[in-house]
């Protein structure tokens, strides 16, 4: 699909459900037009990941995912090694008398006894269409992998040292994501181009809402919206993302419920926030207070 201009990608977008103004857009449409990688920070729960996952929609393309954790290595987001595999082609060539030492190791470290992580996954896909490789949450993994991205990110290349330099043929679309728990590197920074997600103001969230959910009461959505941005605005441990937003509607639309009232609220309250003490800080009083300050006027 040809994208010729900011305008067509956000239609692309909006018919895959996904409501992204004009700055992100724009950062999305560089992305692609450079072939360069995107980081895109913000809070949980603001849409980063479901950018890669409507993209990889749109596209009609591969999604491939590599969600970061703290100790996450090259064994488990690059490649490893099939031990198994070759011990086995060891005692095969034992038994056939076939062990020449200056020979087996290089037909033991071939590629065919590579096992491909998701990063070399996104590097050796072959045809037209670039999968869109997901480097989710980057900063929950140790300061030392994002030294090893930058070879990726700046060449979209990979230097195995038993094999060489594993070049794309295409290159993937790059999405990375940081929920900013600490600051990345300015190294990897300058690789890519970048776009903070804040969270939405009422009308796009209630766009939002209204995209995704449909079938939701519109007077529902409008209170549910107004009263997520209400509570926003107080002094919680996790402010509620739009995903606990878009949740939250859900489990009321599953309550039968056509609009939002005090008990609704109190009754459904962890589907919105996930913090114990939250919870407790928006008990009584403090909830009717908020409701009345978001209310709707009846349409």
């Known amino acids: 699909m040809i994208l010729t201009s900011i305008d067509d990608l956000q239609s692309l977008l909006a018919q895959h459900l996904y409501v992204a103004d004009r700055g992100l857009a724009t950062a999305i449409y560089l992305a692609l037009k450079l072939q360069r990688p995107l980081l895109?920070?913000?809070?949980?729960g603001v849409g980063k990941t479901e950018v890669a996952k409507v993209l990889a929609s749109a596209f009609d393309?591969?999604?491939?995912?590599?969600?970061?954790?703290?100790?996450?290595?090259i064994n488990h987001a690059v490649y490893e090694?099939?031990?198994a595999r070759q011990l086995l082609e060891i005692r095969l060539m034992e038994a056939s008398g076939a062990v020449d030492r200056q020979h087996a190791a290089g037909d033991l470290f071939a590629e065919e006894f590579?096992?491909?992580?998701?990063?070399?996954q996104a590097l050796?896909?072959?045809?037209?269409r670039p999968p869109v490789l997901l480097?989710?949450?980057?900063?929950?993994?140790?300061?030392?992998?994002?030294?090893?991205?930058?070879?990726?990110?700046?060449?979209f290349q990979i230097t195995i040292p038993e094999l060489g330099t594993i070049r794309a043929d295409t290159p993937p679309i790059v999405i990375i994501t940081s929920n900013r728990t600490r600051e990345l590197h300015d190294a990897l920074k300058r690789r890519c181009?970048?776009?903070?997600?804040?969270?939405?103001?009422?009308q796009k969230e209630l766009r939002i809402v209204t995209t995704k959910l449909p079938n939701a009461p519109l007077r529902l959505a409008e209170q549910v919206t107004a009263f997520v941005q209400e509570l926003r605005a107080t002094d919680l441990y996790k402010a509620a993302g739009v995903s606990e937003t878009l949740d939250w509607v859900a489990a009321l639309v599953a309550l039968d419920r056509q609009e939002l009232d005090a008990a609704a609220i109190e009754h459904t309250l962890g589907v919105?926030?996930?913090?114990?003490?939250?919870?407790?800080?928006?008990?009584?009083?403090?909830i009717a207070e908020l409701l009345d300050r978001s209310r709707i006027p009846n349409s």
């Open 114 to 120: 590579l096992i491909k992580r998701p990063l070399l």
């Open 193 to 202: 181009l970048y776009c903070w997600i804040d969270y939405p103001d009422f």
């Open 272 to 286: 919105l926030l996930k913090n114990q003490e939250d919870i407790q800080l928006m008990q009584g009083a403090r």
């Open 40 to 44: 895109l920070e913000g809070e949980a």
């Open 61 to 73: 393309t591969d999604l491939i995912r590599l969600q970061c954790y703290e100790g996450l290595d």
């Open 124 to 128: 050796s896909t072959r045809g037209t």
């Open 81 to 83: 090694w099939n031990y």
């Open 135 to 155: 480097i989710d949450e980057l900063d929950r993994a140790d300061e030392e992998f994002e030294g090893y991205l930058l070879e990726l990110l700046a060449d």
